[in-house]
């Protein structure tokens, strides 16, 4: 459990400053230091309860969500409210997302967009520890419902923080809800985010996947995010990633954990072909690269090589990397000789 940047009393006091950055950080310190204190990680029900300055936090945390203060202090505010579980910051934040600007009726700017994405991370927070208690399942299922009507807001910050919180909240109740949603966004921006929330379902379903490879073989395939889908599809063991993983072999910085990814995909079915498996083999050639990533290439080779061929080329050459100079590169020889032994052991039953 991290500590926090302020102690508790510090951050009381820091809470009457005239002084906003002062007060910003008792806004993120507060909330943090009570759960700090109490020796639990947050978010946590009703935590303020179970501290003898409980009160006084509470009290401080509701100053700075008064709506003289700049937003930055509110948002903060909101979030260490949910992060001790008190319920009333629903009521206090949800107009925040029905208002073009949290309030101020006119504009819609940064500080609009800040209490949005504040609002839904309180509510995502406050839904944690209701769950982690066992307790408020009427409160849990409006946030629920809040999160995914935010989904489909107009503002489209507000949709890319809703994408992140559903799965936060629903965990692969989350998949249904996501996979439409990205099937109907426009935005870029929104539509990353989005795959990036799919990713973090573990692992992701039928749903999930199938959205994921009709953006692979759309025009997004070969962009940024036709990677992280691939990446994601690899994850739930989809042999339909290989071919986008092997042509980000040729962008370096994409290319150690596309070769990670290959490695998890092994000889999933349909096994690689023989120009796949070339593909790599190419790669392990090139005397320049890193030595690390000439063992992620040499171990995906492993991987992707039936492993009763005697003559496997990947482990020919995780053989030779053993007596590499740099000992973090003999370490990750050893790491993938590991792994090799426990696949092939859970593999055949043992």
Do not use: K, W
């Given at each position: 459990m991290l500590a926090p940047d302020l102690t508790l009393a510090a951050a009381l006091r820091d809470s009457k400053s005239t002084d906003d950055r002062f007060r910003y950080q008792a806004a993120e310190n507060l909330a943090r230091a009570l759960l700090?204190?109490?020796?639990?990680?947050?978010?946590r029900w009703?935590?303020?309860?179970?501290?003898?300055?409980?009160?006084a936090v509470l009290e401080a945390l509701r100053?700075?969500?008064?709506?003289?203060?700049?937003?930055v202090l509110r948002g903060a505010a909101a979030v260490g409210l949910s992060m001790l579980g008190e319920a009333a910051v629903l009521e206090l934040t949800t107009p925040w997302l029905r208002s073009a600007d949290g309030g101020d009726a006119g504009k819609d700017d940064e500080d609009a967009a800040y209490l949005r994405e504040s609002a839904i991370m309180a509510a995502a927070r406050l839904h944690r520890a209701a769950t982690e208690a066992d307790t408020a399942p009427e409160l849990r299922h409006r946030i629920e419902a809040l999160v995914e009507?935010?989904?489909?807001a107009e503002p489209p910050d507000l949709r890319y923080q809703a994408a992140q919180a559903l799965v936060e909240l629903g965990g692969s109740r989350a998949e249904?809800?996501?996979?439409?949603?990205?099937?109907?966004?426009e935005h870029p921006a929104v539509r990353e985010?989005?795959?990036?929330?799919?990713?973090?379902?573990?692992?992701?379903?039928?749903?999930?996947?199938?959205?994921?490879?009709?953006?692979?073989?759309?025009?997004?395939g070969v962009e940024g995010i036709g990677f992280e889908a691939a990446m994601t599809l690899a994850a739930a063991r989809r042999s339909s990633a290989r071919s986008r993983l092997l042509a980000a072999l040729?962008?370096?910085h994409q290319r150690d954990r596309a070769l990670e990814a290959l490695a998890a995909l092994g000889r999933t079915a349909p096994a690689?072909?023989?120009?796949?498996?070339?593909?790599?083999?190419?790669l392990g050639e090139r005397l320049w690269l890193p030595g690390v990533t000439r063992v992620r290439a040499a171990y995906a080779l492993a991987r992707m090589v039936p492993a009763g061929d005697g003559d496997n080329p990947g482990v020919l050459r995780l053989l030779r990397l053993r007596w590499h100079p740099r000992p973090a590169v003999r370490e990750a020889v050893r790491d993938a000789f590991t792994n090799l032994e426990q696949l092939a052991a859970r593999e055949s039953g043992g």
């Open positions: 700090f204190e109490l020796r639990q990680p947050g978010p009703r935590a303020a309860a179970e501290h003898p300055q409980g009160e100053g700075l969500l008064s709506a003289h203060e700049p937003a009507d935010a989904l489909r249904a809800p996501l996979a439409r949603a990205l099937r109907e966004e985010g989005m795959v990036e929330a799919l990713s973090l379902l573990d692992p992701p379903g039928p749903a999930a996947c199938e959205v994921l490879e009709e953006l692979l073989r759309g025009p997004e040729a962008v370096r690689p072909t023989t120009e796949q498996v070339e593909v790599v083999v190419r």
